[in-house]
């Protein structure tokens, strides 16, 4: 199995994403707290946008690494990986 289009940028996702982790777990604690809704709300946007923002990330790098090498092979992995970005895409718009 071939790595994947973000192995050089693994590192920096997982920063991102243990950033967000920490977001979540301080919105969790927001609600313990019983902190007035809006507040919480200002937070959960903010997670969103940060997971939305790895989300970007990720599929930069499919389409700059993965789909670029199967549209130069050609062939069925080409549409096959166009189909596959394509349903991503759809996935990350209608989220």
């Known amino acids: 199995m071939e790595a994947p289009g973000y192995a050089a940028d693994k590192d920096a996702v997982l920063k991102r994403l243990r950033r967000i982790e920490g977001q979540v777990r301080g ?6 707290d019983e902190r007035y809704c809006i507040d919480v709300l200002d937070q959960v946007s903010a997670v969103t946008r940060a997971i939305q923002g790895v989300a970007l990330v ?3 790098e499919h ?3 993965c789909v670029a090498d ?3 092979v050609g062939g ?4 096959a990986k166009l189909a596959e970005a394509s349903a991503a895409i759809a996935r990350l718009v209608r989220s």
Do not use: N, R
């Open 58 to 60: 990720l599929l930069d």
């Open 76 to 79: 069925e992995e080409k549409e």
């Open 27 to 32: 919105i969790a604690g927001m609600v313990e």
């Open 63 to 65: 389409l700059a690494h």
């Open 70 to 72: 199967a549209v130069q």
